[in-house]
């Protein structure tokens, strides 16, 4: 369903916005006089990624640009931090996810009066609203006809998802409950970690003026050959920019841990052969049953130093210009090619 030909038509989406920050950046220096000034980069990281997933993940804007106060950014924001305050409910979620219907749930957790679950549920309802207001007004969009003629022409996620749920068979179409799900997965999951792994590529830059510069003379030969605005390819083709962005999410990986629940018996090779709790034995693989929750380490993987060697915990973006390793090319591990 999404093609290379999708990823061209958002990327005019993506030049529009980068290019109202830059003026916005611009101007608040100008403001401030002396061609200095303070900006709150990953506040306007936030705002540049909610607005980025808005118009090109579901075909909405959510004029975060214009530094209005959004609803749904504060409620977003507060669900991380609501969630590993309550770490120690985390093992039973399973169960309590399977207690009795929706409602029933809805019914004990609106009559709890636990502070932190209290607020984590006025954040949802309101991410909920917001994505239950989208649906509609796409669905309405569509029905009429206009669809086309709105924010991202409707090429964005959700406008493609209801287009192709018209003429797949039943049995194959996703119901009101999962469109509305993928809007909210990805409004929230999108912008979080995009805005965090911009503001941290931008962190790493700054400290490196070195690096920063050599990345600046890469984008602006790119300019003087194909223009202001890059086009997807132009874009890819810039291997110094990748390989920043390669080790950007290298150490700081959006998501530092995965979990996976094993789905049949399984011998588990492991890369780097350990020892038993006795230290008699050898063990170069573990017997995993079906039904164990794994919790993968991603900044681990991505840090280890016999995969990276001695300088794997520095910023390097110039060694995704080389061959890597065989000790990253030949593993197996759950790390920086599982996040790139």
Not at 29 to 45: C, E, F, P, S
Not at 113 to 128: E, I, N, R, T, Y
Not at 236 to 247: F, Q
């Amino acid at each position: 369903m999404f093609t290379r030909t999708d990823s061209f038509t958002e990327t005019p989406v993506f030049h529009n916005i980068a290019h109202y920050l830059q003026d916005i950046v611009a101007s608040r220096v100008r403001d401030n006089g002396n061609n200095t000034g303070i900006i709150d980069i990953y506040k306007w990281m936030n705002n540049v990624a909610l607005e980025m997933i808005g118009q090109a993940g579901v075909g909405h804007s959510f004029g975060v640009m214009e530094d209005k106060e959004i609803q749904y950014l504060d409620a977003s924001h507060q669900v991380l931090p609501l969630i590993n305050s309550m770490w120690y409910i985390r093992p039973f979620l399973p169960t309590l996810t399977r207690l009795g219907p929706p409602g029933f749930r809805r019914f004990i957790l609106d009559h709890v009066s636990f502070g932190p679950a209290q607020q984590l549920k006025k954040a949802a309802d309101v991410m909920d609203k917001m994505a239950n207001e989208i649906y509609v007004k796409k669905k309405e969009s569509l029905a009429n006809g206009t669809l086309d003629s709105e924010i991202a022409a409707g090429n964005d996620i959700i406008s493609m998802l209801l287009k192709q749920n018209k003429v797949v068979s039943p049995e194959e179409q996703m119901t009101e409950e999962e469109i509305i799900s993928q809007v909210n997965g990805l409004v929230f999951a999108g912008h979080d970690t995009t805005s965090g792994a911009l503001a941290r590529t931008l962190h790493l830059l700054a400290q490196e003026p070195n690096l920063q510069e050599q990345l600046r003379a890469e984008i602006r030969e790119a300019h003087s050959l194909y223009g202001k605005d890059l086009d997807y390819d132009q874009l890819n083709s810039l291997k110094y920019l990748d390989a920043v962005c390669r080790e950007s999410l290298r150490l700081w990986s959006p998501s530092q841990t995965l979990e996976r629940v094993a789905m049949k018996d399984w011998i588990l090779p492991l890369q780097y052969p350990i020892k038993s709790k006795d230290g008699k034995k050898t063990v170069t693989n573990i017997h995993v049953p079906k039904g164990t929750h794994i919790y993968l380490s991603i900044s681990s993987a991505n840090r280890d130093k016999k995969t990276w060697g001695e300088d794997a915990e520095k910023f390097n973006p110039s060694r995704w210009l080389q061959p890597l390793p065989l000790s990253v090319g030949e593993s197996k591990i759950p790390g920086v090619f599982s996040n790139l």
